[in-house]
């Protein structure tokens, strides 16, 4: 599924955009290599204050992972975002935070590796935009466990390539979108690398 003009746009790997999507229109995000986990979030286009909340849509939904059908809710519990395809297996994760420097410091990674919190404000600059937090993501494809002791578990993606989401806007948003930098953990794939994505708004 594509554009109505049959176009797809490129979002190359390690950075970021922020995606106008209109309500009742549609979003579709596809991992074109199968391995690239992408952060997502979305705004309300009236008051960037109002935005999808993963506590608040894990409460609606009572459930970790949304499926097909559900909709996404706002931190003011207000539906924005609703999935209504999904031809991966499903596996997805709300758990984690965005990555930010300070975890790629942690790691002993230079000075200056890209993130996904980096990745969200520099998205919403490019349109003329600021929010004074990074709420947490809804991280596609991510692949994030909850062990049988509590732990948290990362483990490579089990999407396949071509794999998508297509999302129903349910009020006017900004989606903002991040091919993961992750090049330290799995979450990329074993290999460990970053890939381009691609998405079209329907």
């Known amino acids: 599924m ?3 003009d049959g176009s797809l746009t490129t979002l190359q790997a390690r950075y970021g955009v922020a995606i106008p999507v209109d309500r009742g229109h549609e979003l579709v995000i596809v991992n074109t290599h199968g391995t690239q986990a992408i952060d997502a979030w979305a705004l309300n286009r009236a ?21 097909v059908g559900d909709t996404m809710v706002s931190n003011r519990r207000a539906p924005m975002l609703t999935l209504v395809e999904d031809t991966s297996p ?4 709300t758990l984690l935070c965005a ?5 790629y410091r942690e790691h002993g990674c230079p000075e200056g590796h890209r993130s996904c919190e980096g990745n969200f404000h520099e998205a919403l600059s490019q349109q003329g935009l600021a929010l004074g937090c990074t709420p947490a993501p809804f991280n596609l494809f991510m692949n994030v466990a909850v062990g049988s002791h ?3 578990l990362r483990a490579a993606p089990v999407s396949k390539p071509g794999d ?9 948003v900004f989606v903002v979108l991040s091919a993961c930098p992750q090049d330290v953990t799995p979450i990329n794939g074993d290999d460990c690398t970053p890939r381009d994505i691609q998405y079209a708004v329907l």
């Open 2 to 4: 594509t554009a109505p």
């Open 47 to 67: 008051n960037l204050n109002e935005f999808l909340s993963m506590e608040h849509t894990r409460s609606r939904l009572s459930r970790v992972i949304p499926r």
């Open 90 to 93: 499903g596996v997805h994760d």
């Open 99 to 103: 990555c930010n420097p300070e975890i």
């Open 150 to 152: 509590g732990e948290v």
């Open 164 to 172: 998508r989401l297509r999302f129903r806007a349910e009020m006017d």
